[in-house]
């Protein structure tokens, strides 16, 4: 008996060994097996796992669901109103029928309360409901979206549209080099503290480093306005007086008198319209006074090139002081001041030394981007003119904040230049709403193919007086 006992403890703890091993295998199956099912999605929530296995971008997420129904509801309540008006007008006119066979209601009575009651408010709606933005959904992208930064800080639906970037329509790199537009309160520099960082870093009373371009990229990127500096602004070494303004205006500057060290081309000469690697791109013979001395004062086959003399004719004597908002060399305002009329030119040193040149004609320079709020008070210009700078590329939100901000600072009865913008064919309508919904008067307005897809639109329009 004791020789059959000895077997049995020795066969229990094998079998004991072989559950315990089993046992850790099963575990571990059930573990992989479990993380293998959360990788795969099925622990996500209903609306996780579609966007998993569609492969959905959700175009919806930080989209301002709230802002689209107060738009919605706006428009809706405008079309409302205007039914109901139409209604009581209609039923006023059943109850007084006797009285509108004998009445005679003349012509432009009639065209008032049609332009006033119907044609206004109906406006009013179509412009708000195309301005009305829906997020695109996009497949095949599982792509996490990247908040821009302190959008979602923001409650207020107005400064979240503003901040928020503005894609470049045609899809291509604009003229800054960026594929967005950064409308700026300088929240963006939070996104680029290394850049700012490096601006900042200077010896105090010493001379500054070289780096306006570091601090054109904070600009346009939208980190401006961009903090003072305790460091000594270098120039040319080599720095001349410059010439007499009577010599200035058409005359290329002496070319000691910019620091060449941040541009491709190391002179004025480099920068001809023949030199394929002048390192610019936009405004094609800016930097040739030959060429410059024909814009605005000689006529062309093109009915979208204005002259100034029949520009300044519509309001002789009236146009004083403008802006000229685009891409240049400061030929506009130097033309202008020939006719007593002082310009302001924004320029941006796009690889050329755009404000140097500016200056150096004897020209104000304002150096600023198009995300900026233009440091104008209200209604005291007398002319904005723009050209060669926005084109069909510009996003129509961020048309519109700059769009109202030209009007805010225009006066009543000042005149907007629309210069030679140009657009896709199919984006024109988008574009002549954006221009119109101001209800300026039309002095000029003119359009004209510039290639088998593309049209110019040049327009001359005045502000109306506004009542209070």
Known sequence: MAKTCCPKPRLGRIIGWLQIILGGLVILVSLSSLFRFYSAGFFYHNEDICRHFYAVKDSYVNFDVRALTARMDEVLNKMDSLQ???????????????????????????????????????????????????PRIEGNDTSNVKEDPLINTFVTEEIRKYITPKDNRVGKVNIYGTGKIYNTIG???????????????????????D??????????????????????????????????INESLWKIPDGRNVRWSNYQCRNFECLSSKNPKRGYSKCTGCFEMEKETLKWVTNTSLPIDFLIKDVLAIKPGEIRIGLDFGVGTGTFAARMREQNVTIVSTALNLRAPFNEMIALRGLVPLYLTLNQRLPFFDNTLDLIHTTGFMDGWIDLQLLDFILFDWDRILRPGGLLW?????????DLDDYMYMFLQFRYKKHKWAISPKSKDEVYLSALLEKPPRAL
């Open 211 to 244: 780096d306006w371009n570091l601090a054109q990229k904070l600009m346009v990127n939208g980190c401006d306005p961009l903090p003072r500096r305790r460091c000594l602004t270098r120039a040319s070494k080599l720095y001349q007086r410059p010439y007499p």
């Open 84 to 134: 109901i008006k139409l209604e009581m007008a209609v039923q006023q006119m059943e109850r007084n029928k006797g009285d509108l066979r004998e009445s005679n209601i003349s012509k432009l009575e009639y065209k008032r309360y049609l332009e006033e009651e119907v044609i206004r408010p109906l406006y009013s709606a179509h412009i708000a409901l195309r301005q009305i933005r829906l």
């Open 187 to 209: 929240h963006a520099c939070v996104s680029m503290k290394k850049e700012l960082q490096e601006y900042m870093d200077y010896d105090i009373g010493s001379y500054c480093k």
């Open 418 to 426: 629309i210069d030679r913008f140009f657009c896709n064919r199919k």
